[in-house]
């Protein structure tokens, strides 16, 4: 070692107190540095990636002097320290130093890199320096979205019934759950091979659309988004958000165009509308109709994805669906549009068979306004039900907050039975619903509030056992009578969507027994047919007719 350096050494130490063992450590790593100087031949290409430590160019009197601590040792028990210690064993502080010592050097095995980790740590452990975690920094923008979004835990607000879960929002998702990864994404790449009449030769996905949603997954033939419409926030009542969806000033003219093209018919002005605008909502709605009606459903669904994609970029930054504190009018004409893509993208999940999926979509439409203007509460059930969501359907019908009880309408009362006869099967105690009502005696309220529906699921489903007729010839079923328009449409809203349902036997076995019950208790009293006609009267009387 030189003089120079041990008088430097010495005057630092005089002028301020520090940690012998960091300036032993230090003194060696300066001599290996005058070492590397004085031979060339181990001089090496500079690095490119030293040029991203900019913050390591300070000199080393500075770092030296940011050390301080209240021990004292002699110069001679220092050299001894250093002379214990081995050469690989640089403290993290000392990034510049380790960093120079490595250039030019060949890399050391796996076996001498582990064997200087574990000297490392150990020297770490006995200065008593801890180690800094390498911390992760990440780019948010306004708005999160793709895995970021997937990734939001739900808050504690989110609790209630209608908080979606994103796993199962996807359709992808839940078809990689059915058929696999491998089957799912050889579709993914046969829908994305160059020469598709859909897709823009030389444009890679992640060029275009490197946005992932909460909804849909934009393949990569889709224009990029023209950023025509955004999202306001009109007001805030108590923890409830108010939004609604406005165009971007520069394109306001076009819903006048498309107003105009609707009034006179035209297809083609319409057509013309994409061409320049090709994320135009109301647009983009029309022609998934008219894909719809020609029986090309794998473009409709693609017209009504790309409108969710265009509206879900348009969401503001408070907007956040797994959060729960939001509403979205439909008084408003502009939110109107992001109903109607909802609706009909839950139909076209139920059409694939992902019925966890439309699930979550008619939960997030129940969400969107509690006025319920789309009618989600007449099908939540029936996708609760072809997911096995048993449980859940029980809790929400516990706990949603309706004008009437939900076990009065029609599906509710006939799903709640199908529900608890599901649960009664598969629970393994059974006095987890010792203190709940019986699958048959729910059936059987049902039967007495809608006898109706009796005779219309025979029908529709059909049920051509001869018991059934002999039960239809029955008083109470044959001659039931809806009692108001309201409650015979909604009557024949369920039979339309749930008939499927009583195509399994065993909940054939159940009805079958519900009704040979409803027919028995009628003999010993008549009376009960006319309570529950009041019953039924008075949740469904002829002035509501929404």
Known sequence: MSGRLVRRVLQEREASPQDPAEDALVVVQEEEEEEEAGSPTRVAARNPFDLLDDDDDEPEEDKEDEVHTDQTASYTEQKQYVKKKPNGAVPETNKKSKKKKKKGKAEPPASAKSRDEKSLDSILEDLAIEKRPMQKSVHQNDRA?????ETIEMTAGTSSVLAIDPKHLKAENEMRRIFGSKVVDSLENQRNMPGTSRQVRGVR?????PRRTLLVSPPGFWPAWDKSMSMDLVETKGSL????YVYDPSVSHVQELFEAAKSANDLNAIA???AKYPYH????????????????HQSSADAVEKCLFALECAWHPLFNPLQGNYQLKYSHDLNKPFFTALFCHMKNLDRRGCHRSALEACKFLLSLDSDDPKGALFCIDYFALRSQQ???????AEEYQCDNSLWLFPNFSFSLAIARFYLERDAEDVSDHADK???VDLMKQALMLHPLVLSKIVDKAPLKDSSWTQILKNAFFGSAKP?????????????????IMWRFPELQNLLKEAALLVIESLKHDSREAQDWACVMKEAFSSEKNE
């Open 145 to 149: 979205t793709g895995k970021e979004i």
């Open 205 to 209: 996905r992640a060029g275009l659309n």
């Open 241 to 244: 958000n108010y939004f609604r």
């Open 272 to 274: 013309a509308i994409l």
């Open 281 to 296: 909502p109301d647009s983009l709605l029309t022609f998934a109709d008219l894909f719809k009606y020609s029986g090309e």
């Open 390 to 396: 048993y449980k859940w359907l029980e809790q929400f």
């Open 437 to 439: 009502s019986t699958a």
């Open 483 to 499: 009692g108001s328009p309201s409650l015979e449409h909604v009557i024949n809203i369920y039979v339309e969507r749930h008939y």
